[in-house]
């Protein structure tokens, strides 16, 4: 079987882990797989880095940081290799040039257009292990790019899905995916399988393992992930088709989004199209509308409340200030004492009661739901944030998500 | 003027020193001059991944171990590119491979094949500073290479031959070339210029300042080379033509040399070519013999007395031993506790004299010269090592460098 293997920051912070990684990729090896493993920066190196450049500049030119963090990426795949080397496995390391991946131009944030994965056959072919430099690619004119957050984790996926790898495992330092948040529900059990669009639902909602953009690469490119644990050995999480989950649960987790502020726009001038054009230009700001409520009040004005992440609220208050000053809104509040609880699951698909049974639970412990959003596979409930957890834990217990 | 100019690990020690750096390079761009930078790795880090590599491997991997130290040039060199930048000055950073520095595929200790300087070119032309990381290139194949000791000076001369550059300046913690060590003769003056084959023979004899690979590929693409001091602005030492040099003194320098062993090979027998099978020995093992003595005593028996580098007298005792072991050599004798003490100076090639008044100033000091080597721009005397100093100064007057 041909596995890529993942290891981040924190599993290759210091040399004794590095150790332990070839540890475990020998072991993968001496089960009879092929292994290419694409490595992280050392833990607290890339902050280093990036706090060197800022010691010249408020900000670095984005070709430069790119050069500069690549870095750290190759000083552990050297050292990762040397390791295997050491006990006796033949191995070759690869930047992400060698790797053959070629991303678009943008620098610090390029995005991976193709992988020519030649150099990293003919390596196995003559039975070596690869050990590639993760987050890093080269744009098509040969300058180092970098791939942002989670690029190394999008280097594995893109790899495994252009080389044709059975199994993309993902190693930090949790142990899966969980029904939800283990700190607040201690009785939150690990998943064996979930579906990308669960997963996707998931991560969007808070679930911080994996960042949607690898996700969506392996759904693209079919690509069976799993998180698992660099500090144990227990089985991790799958991600994969839904067409492989044999069993399909009505429900798969719960998520719970603290990040997120309500912005209520009372009085909105009864004027065709004013709601696209408030919406019109957050969108072209950037900034990501979640939940929207529209209501009309016995006395015909209209009222519209939705969500941004906390982090956009001040350029959302900027923007509806224009509409306010054009008296097309009469006033506005917002309120980032708010929580979003989700319930995820593909099998609510050919299930109606999820929402009724969601809204029960709610009402039994006495929690207002301020705002409702569906999906085919989620219901969302914007609630006050002291809740939070108490909606968690009852939502987990009414779904049997502890059993 | 196209300049290249190229800073040490010392001088880009720390971010406060990288600074100071880009000032330097600024003052020379606003005199009006191109200029490309040449950067070694901050000081301590290369060690620091050679120590990393050390935890895991006695003898790693060559291949890796390039990939993991090219790293350390890669940060000085974005690092400085964006100080320069937050200055206002528009820069490229490029990596070895980026500058075109193809190499022998060696690894650690790669040879600069060709340089391809057509993006530096390029990066010129539109106004830019070039930041270039030193000490690596790449293979014909496009795997990292590095130059091994002394790699980034290499890098910045053989940079401003391809490029044709008018000056390549080396920036250390010293100010130049001085007529003998300061440490020894406080009375020692820097010299204003020197040539290459002077500096040649006054590195191999210690003078540390440059290695010998740098001076001689300088001499070979007629680059000329100024080693100044980065921590200061004092005009530090030209290396050129002989021919550029207006007034040839009769002696430029007095270098001193303590890390020689005296090996003494007493009755060697008396068979025709046994000094080839010896000295042969030695060749293929690369050990590089320095001065040669042989002497026939009264009684007929032959004794050989040579010099070599003090990390190498083991080789050579395990190599005589085996002429011991065959008759062929009655006894040996080992000494490290001699000193090499050369003068220097294209002037005594048409001048006879100097040996002369070598001699005789040794002769006052009542210092007993052991071996004599000669070339056409040295005299080399071999001494006991605790007249090391007293010779150092007393040639040092004798011809008049202080003056």
């Known amino acids: 079987m041909l596995i890529v293997q993942k290891f981040g920051g924190t599993s290759v912070g210091d040399l004794d882990r590095i150790q332990n990684v070839a540890n475990r990729v020998e072991k993968t090896v001496q089960a009879g797989n092929d292994v290419i493993v694409v490595v ?13 450049a800022e010691h010249f500049s408020k900000n670095p030119s984005a070709a430069e940081v790119d050069m500069l963090l690549s870095s750290g990426e190759r000083v552990t795949a050297s050292l990762l290799s040397i390791a295997l080397n050491e006990m006796g496995h033949p191995t070759v390391a690869m930047t992400g ?55 190394s984790d999008l280097s594995a996926v893109a790899i495994a899905g252009a080389i044709g790898a059975e199994l993309c495992e993902i190693y930090t330092d949790v142990e899966g995916i969980y029904t939800t ?15 990308y669009e669960e997963m996707l639902e998931l991560s969007s909602l808070g679930a911080k393992v994996l960042q949607n953009r690898s996700v969506e690469m392996a759904k693209k490119l079919n690509v069976n992930l799993v998180t698992r644990s660099s500090f144990c ?11 492989n989950i044999m069993e399909q649960p009505l429900v798969s987790g719960i998520a719970l989004d603290r990040n997120q502020a309500r912005v209520s726009l009372i009085g909105v001038a009864d004027r065709p199209g004013i709601a696209a054009d408030i919406f019109n230009t957050l969108a072209v700001e950037e900034i990501n509308v979640d939940v929207i409520l529209q209501t009309v009040a016995h006395d015909g004005t209209t009222n519209i409340d939705f969500t941004v992440p906390m982090n956009e609220i001040e350029n959302a208050k900027n923007i509806v200030k224009v509409f306010v000053d054009k008296d ?21 698909k050919s299930h109606a009661g999820v929402a009724a049974k969601a809204f029960t639970t709610m009402a039994e412990e006495n929690i207002n739901i301020r705002m409702i959003s569906t999906s085919e596979i989620k219901v969302s409930m914007v609630i006050e944030e002291k809740y939070s957890e108490l909606a968690v834990r009852s939502l987990h217990a009414a779904f049997e998500l502890d059993k």
């Open 40 to 52: 992280s920066a050392m833990s607290g190196e890339t902050n280093k880095l990036v706090g060197y």
């Open 97 to 151: 040039r060698q790797a053959g991946i070629v991303t678009t131009a943008r620098h610090t944030k390029a995005r991976i257009e193709k992988i020519n994965p030649i150099k990293m056959r003919n390596a196995l072919a003559e039975g070596k292990i690869v050990v590639v430099a993760g987050f890093q690619g080269v744009s098509e004119e040969g300058v180092v790019t970098t791939l942002g957050r989670g690029g």
């Open 181 to 195: 948040d283990p700190r607040i529900e201690p009785h939150a059990k690990k998943l064996d399988m979930i579906s």
């Open 233 to 243: 050995d227990a089985e991790g999480t799958l991600i994969t088709k839904e067409e």
């Open 328 to 348: 097309e809104i009469l006033s506005t509040d917002f309120n980032d004492e708010i929580a979003k609880v989700s319930i995820v699951g593909v099998g609510m």
